[in-house]
């Protein structure tokens, strides 16, 4: 276990390392100067030159990585132009927002889809079994921000049900951040009211984030538990009168669920990158309205910065998969 | 002798292919996905000469028509230059339709004979083409894509390019594991020991049996590319307006909400069902022709 | 007084794409309780399915029961429910299969594996389950029935731990966790190691005298068979073509199959007399011969056999054929 694990962790710092090199790539293929760019829009020719040599944008190229390199090892993620802040401070401040979001959005995907999954399987081919085939279909196809307008329509606009955007009302003064995580500060505090309207906000941004991630698990878990079902243990366990129940959801569901791991880890990442839609569109104080705002603005540090982030939790989620995958799987363990 | 056993395993027979056809047919949502498919297909075609208002595609302004609500005369109602909206969106289905093509036959055919080479090759040519291929997937795909969009600058072309820089990995992955895992198949060892040519195991037997798992993944990607180009347009990294692209047209609509609110409709509903018809057709195909594979 | 197990003119067929394969064409066949009936046949002739619907383990559809019965103490298992049939899988009836490393879980314990198994057997009579605890205590005394050392230790592997003979041994176990009175055996030793299979069969034919178990056992291995069964059934194509006492049907095949069956097992007291297989190649049983279904592959066959299907009746007393040309 302990050598698998050595070797997960291990090859997740190779994933980091390329990922430095990839965002570092792209800064310097990017056609725009990024001495022009760190200088400001209005700089003449020798603040651009000056900009170049405070950067250390003259150095050769295996220089400048070098000092991108240390730079992101001291948390150096650079300094926005738009906001004047460092990158790292203002992806600190939005970050929080990012996760308290996709979390609620996993746990609603894996929540729904892994027992719809188990149930379209048990119905395979039947009514029920189409009609869920379609509605996975349609997580996948639905355009998020599309998703999104409409909800925003329907909810805030015409039923007054739930607030339009933001993570809470203008008026409302954000308390002290403990975990940043909004609903879980305001259960630390004991402050209900700001739980519900924290919860009123973040349901509907929620609501499209996960869907199509629970579109996907529905479908892996499915296609999954119709293959274990076949299997020839499962026959053995009907055999020898394991009850239906437990067939169903241990001897099968365990092996379906590795696949199904493996896919919930791609869709944190995935989700770490559809909130830029979600984001925009709810007016989500998040890392991916940040990369949004910056992009459109040619501010490039920023969404570096984010690129990294997301990679980051990308490769920790695709971390704690393979480990839940020794967990699980027993012959994974003496490896 | 084994000239015989690999004729039969790498043709496969005519009746497989009428197997698929039959399975196909009976699957209500696959002959759903290949309806919306064809329908998409025919309008990008005719879209040109079908359209109501020809001269609104490129975007005239009339302004006394703008933001006119569903009518006889405009049946999706107009935007807010008063273009004709279904004018717009049909001939949106041109552009998402070509802008998806594009984007997965470019990545299939960066990614499929890297792919076939890693598998074939092995030892170090694997390794470095694979390593490479893993630093393009440690970043999910659409902030990878921003961030190349945000290098290059926007527009449609770049986001293009962003999404063909994005794309082309995994079609190295799916190749190298078919070429790799042919490559262990028993047939393969007979046809090498018979003595066939590397180029001649590469023509009857890689490419065949790489053919389904590709065009299911294809099929799913096209929907899938029409949709990371509509995010795109959506964010203002995409296709720039008066461009009729769907998802740029429903971020201008989306400053038009909530009393104009049909204007945004319409493409999404387009964008929605291209979507929807490449994936229930990819889907059905892949319970045909690929059924040991899953992917989310 | 009824037979343990009465399977009547029992016909199933699959529905597939090609067409509709009548899998098993009319079986006719008893066991008495505490009786041993080897099954033989070559792979396809529809031995394992007919052991399958033993349990009604067969997927339905594409599996169809066309005509028959298959009496179970007197009662139809065809028409039982599936609650029904939970009631006698594992406490009544039980099976030993093929292949041991896919028919256990390879991500459950074996304890785990037992102890559901010990417990669902509960629920299916409808008493309370008995504590984890319990049934692992049974699941222990079990495995040192089957003679397999540290039973404790055991039941905290898992699958991939053990031997292919050990698997076996802990199925073995596990079949008889409900105290069945017949237990169906696929092809118990084909996939092991053939030093291995001599101790699994050995352990078999003990644990059936001992216990009373009827038996019966599914095999291509006429050796096998005379290892452990005191009547045979042979299979060709979906039928029963000859039943008798196996020291008879060894000694003296009647059916033209049987005989070549016989003739296709290399004799090491004679080695200079070489092995004859069968011309020809099973048939398919979507659109089977007419008539007799060997009547291509026979050496005596006649227009007879080609337009009329034999019956299988019998010809001394305890042996039947389905021949038109057989003759005591």
Redesign the interface.
């Known amino acids: 276990m302990l050598g698998y694990l050595l070797r997960r962790i291990g090859l997740a710092g190779l994933?980091l390392f390329?990922?430095v090199?990839?965002?570092f790539v792209?800064?310097n293929?990017?056609?725009?100067d990024p001495a022009a760019l760190a200088a400001g829009p209005d700089a003449g020719r020798s603040q651009i030159e000056q900009a170049r040599r405070d950067y250390g944008l003259d150095k050769p190229l295996p220089e400048q990585f070098l000092r991108y390199l240390t730079d992101l090892a001291h948390g150096d993620f650079g300094r926005s132009i738009a906001t004047g802040r460092s990158v790292g401070t203002d992806l600190a401040r939005y970050f929080p927002a990012t996760l308290e979001l996709v979390i609620l959005a996993m746990a609603l995907g894996v929540l729904l889809g892994v027992p719809l999954g188990v149930l379209s399987a048990l119905r395979k081919d039947g009514p029920a079994d189409?009609a869920t085939?379609?509605f996975a279909?349609?997580g996948?196809?639905?355009?998020?921000?599309?998703?999104g307008?409409?909800l925003?329509?329907a909810f805030a606009?015409?039923l007054g049900l739930l607030p339009t955007s933001g993570r809470l009302s203008v008026f409302t003064e954000p308390p002290p951040p403990i975990t940043g995580l909004l609903l879980v500060d305001s259960l630390l505090t004991g402050n209900f009211g700001l739980f519900r309207e924290a919860l009123s906000h973040i349901i509907l941004p929620a609501i499209v984030l996960s869907l199509p991630c629970l579109a996907?698990?529905l479908?892996?878990n499915r296609?999954?538990m119709v293959e274990a079902l076949?299997?020839?243990?499962v026959?053995?366990?009907?055999?020898?009168?394991?009850?239906?129940w437990?067939i169903v959801m241990?001897?099968a569901l365990?092996?379906a669920m590795?696949?199904t791991l493996a896919?919930i880890g791609?869709?944190w990442?995935?989700m770490?990158?559809?909130t830029?839609?979600v984001e925009?569109?709810f007016d989500w104080p998040g890392i991916g309205l940040y990369?949004?705002s910056?992009?459109?603005a040619?501010d490039?540090k920023p969404?570096?910065g984010?690129?990294l982030i997301?990679?980051l939790n990308?490769?920790i989620a695709n971390l704690i998969v393979d480990l839940l995958y020794g967990v699980?799987?027993?012959?994974l363990r003496r490896a | 002798m084994s000239a015989t056993a690999e004729e039969t395993v790498a043709a496969p027979p005519r009746r497989r292919l009428r197997l698929a056809l039959w399975l196909l047919s009976r699957s209500f949502s696959s002959m759903l996905g290949l309806f919306l498919v064809i329908a998409i297909v025919v309008l990008a075609l005719i879209g040109p000469w079908i359209v109501p208002y020809p001269d609104h595609v490129a975007g005239a302004v009339s302004l006394a028509n703008k933001l006119q609500p569903p009518s006889a005369a405009h049946w999706l109602g107009t935007d807010e230059v008063g273009n004709d909206i279904l004018t717009r969106v049909i001939i949106g289905a041109r552009i998402s339709l070509l802008v998806g093509i594009g984007i997965t036959f470019a990545a299939a055919a960066i990614g499929v004979p890297l792919g076939i080479l890693a598998g074939l090759a092995g030892g170090r040519l694997r390794e470095a083409i694979m390593r490479f291929t893993d630093l393009f997937l440690s970043v999910p795909g659409l902030v990878l894509a921003i961030a190349l969009v945000a290098a290059l600058g926007p527009g449609i072309v770049n986001a293009m390019i962003a999404l063909i820089l994005v794309w082309w990995p995994g079609y190295v992955r799916l190749a190298e594991s078919k070429a790799l895992s042919i490559r262990e198949e028993p047939f393969i060892e007979a046809a090498r020991v018979a003595g066939a040519s590397r180029a001649r195991i590469l023509r009857r037997h890689v490419l065949p049996n790489s053919l389904s798992p590709l065009i299911v993944k294809m099929s799913m990607d096209i929907g899938q590319a029409i949709l990371a180009v509509a995010s795109l347009g959506f964010i203002g990294l995409g296709a720039k307006p008066p461009t009729p692209e769907w998802g740029a047209m429903i971020s201008i609509a989306r400053g038009y909400l909530p009393d104009w609110w049909w204007y945004a409709m319409a493409p999404g509903v387009f964008i929605y069902l291209a979507v929807l018809g490449f994936n229930l057709l990819g889907d059905g195909l892949r319970d045909i022709l690929d059924p040991r594979s899953n992917r989310g | 007084m009824t037979a343990l197990l009465e399977i009547a003119d029992y016909r199933l067929a699959f529905d597939t794409f090609d067409g509709t394969a009548q899998v098993l064409d009319g079986i006719d066949l008893t066991l008495e309780a505490g009786g041993t009936l080897g099954i033989v046949g070559e792979t396809g002739c529809g031995k394992s399915v007919l052991a399958r619907s033993l349990m009604a383990l067969n997927p339905m559809p594409p599996a169809r029961v066309v005509s028959g019965q298959i009496r179970f103490r007197g009662s139809d298992i065809l028409g039982m429910s599936d609650r029904e049939m939970r009631r006698l899988r594992g406490r009544a009836i039980s099976m030993v299969f093929q292949d041991p490393a896919s028919y256990l879980n390879p991500l459950l314990a074996i304890g785990t594996q037992m102890e559901d198994a010990i417990r669902g057997q509960d629920a299916a009579v409808g008493e309370r389950q008995r504590p984890r605890a319990a049934a692992r205590a049974r699941a222990a005394e079990l495995l040192a029935a089957v003679g397999l050392p540290e039973p404790a230790r055991l039941l905290d592997s898992h699958p991939h731990q053990l031997s292919g003979g050990m698997r076996q041994r802990v199925l073995i176990a596990m079949a008889l966790a409900g105290d069945p009175v017949l237990l169906v055996a696929d092809e118990p030793t084909t996939a092991l190691d053939v030093t291995v299979q001599a101790q699994v069969l050995a352990l078999i034919a003990r644990l059936v005298a001992e216990r009373g178990l009827a038996l019966m056992l599914i095999t291509h291995d006429l050796g096998v068979v005379a290892a452990a069964c005191a009547r045979v059934a042979v299979m060709y194509a979906g039928t029963v073509v000859e039943e008798a006492a196996t020291a008879d049907l060894l000694s003296r095949p009647l059916h033209p199959y049987a005989r070549g069956l016989i003739a296709a097992v290399p004799d090491l007291d004679h080695p200079e007399r070489r092995p004859q297989g069968i011309a020809g190649s099973i048939p398919s049983l979507i659109t089977p011969p007419r008539g007799c279904r060997f009547h291509p592959r026979c050496p005596v066959a006649t227009e007879r056999c080609r337009s009329e299907k034999p019956l299988r009746r019998e010809i001394l007393p305890g042996r039947s054929i389905a021949c038109h040309h057989a003759t005591p």
């Open positions: 994933m390329g990922l090199c990839l965002t792209i800064s293929v990017a056609p725009s189409h085939r379609i279909v349609s996948i196809a639905l355009p998020p921000f599309w998703f307008l409409l925003q329509l606009t015409w996907s698990i479908r892996v296609s999954e076949r299997m020839d243990y026959t053995a366990a009907r055999a020898h009168g394991v009850t239906p437990r241990v001897h365990k092996n590795l696949p896919i791609l869709r990442g995935w770490m990158s559809s830029v839609l925009t569109v990369a949004v910056s992009a459109i040619g490039f969404v570096m984010v690129t997301v990679g990308f490769m699980l799987d027993p012959r």
